[in-house]
């Protein structure tokens, strides 16, 4: 069965520390991996990771794939309390439809 | 920016009744997609749609759920018969391309009483 899995499944720090939340995978047809932000409901989109972009950057925000590892991490620097939200990461595969497999969750909490 | 934008916010329903989940997708994607969120469990996978047609499901959409692009802006699931257990918060999301970056709605919490 197609898994992914994140860890840790929650992190509690203060506003200016650094996090590396990490997410394995175990898919049949690996296509890409993304990162979502989900506050209080829609997952917004962070980052796509795929074979021909394997970093991602954005402000304090960056995203590796490691395809020999199955896994990925998601590094945020300076943190804020408003970084505070789950970050759900999903494994897309080259189904027919494209389906995204999502882990857990990381349960993020910066206190001030 | 272009969103995805899903109708009504929050249904409650009792059991046995039909649910109709509304979701406007942002207007020039192609791929549109449902999943659902039990309270406290990993987003599910339910079903994707393109050119008028499901191009895959998952086991969770069995005969009871239904999808349907209804006019040229408005992607809609059916939930038939409802059960205790479809009680989740249930998003819509679209892309551009086939394995494009889906984009996901503020949600329906579908609540079945």
Redesign the interface.
Do not use: D, H, I, V
């Given at each position: 069965e197609d898994k992914v899995v994140q860890s840790p499944l929650s992190l509690v720090v203060h506003e200016g520390d650094t996090v590396t939340l990490n997410c394995s995978y175990e898919v049949t047809n690996f296509?890409?991996l993304?990162w979502?932000k989900q506050e209080k409901?829609?997952?917004?989109?962070l980052f796509?990771l795929t074979s021909s972009g394997i970093e991602k950057k954005s402000g304090r925000l960056s995203s590796i794939l490691d395809k020999k590892e199955l896994s990925s991490i998601l590094n945020i620097t300076a943190t804020q309390t408003g970084d505070s939200a789950i970050y759900?990461c999903?494994v897309?595969e080259?189904?027919?439809?494209?389906?995204?497999?999502?882990?857990?969750?990381t349960q993020l909490t910066v206190n001030p | 920016e272009p969103e995805v934008t899903q109708t009504p916010s929050h249904q409650v329903t009792q059991m046995g009744q039909e649910v109709i989940l509304r979701c406007v997708p942002i207007s020039n994607h192609l791929y549109f997609y449902w999943y659902r969120q039990i309270l406290g469990q990993k987003v599910e996978f339910l079903v994707s749609f393109y050119n008028n047609e499901i191009s895959e499901k998952s086991e969770i959409f069995d005969d009871q759920f239904s999808v349907e692009r209804p006019d040229g802006s408005n992607f809609t699931l059916k939930i038939r018969s409802t059960k205790l257990e479809d009680s989740a918060m249930y998003f819509c999301a679209s892309s551009e391309f086939l394995w494009g970056t889906q984009y996901f709605g503020p949600g329906t919490r579908l609540t079945v009483l």
């Open positions: 296509r890409s993304l979502y409901k829609a997952p917004t989109f796509m759900l999903a897309g080259e189904t027919s439809g494209s389906r995204l497999t999502f882990g857990e969750g | -």
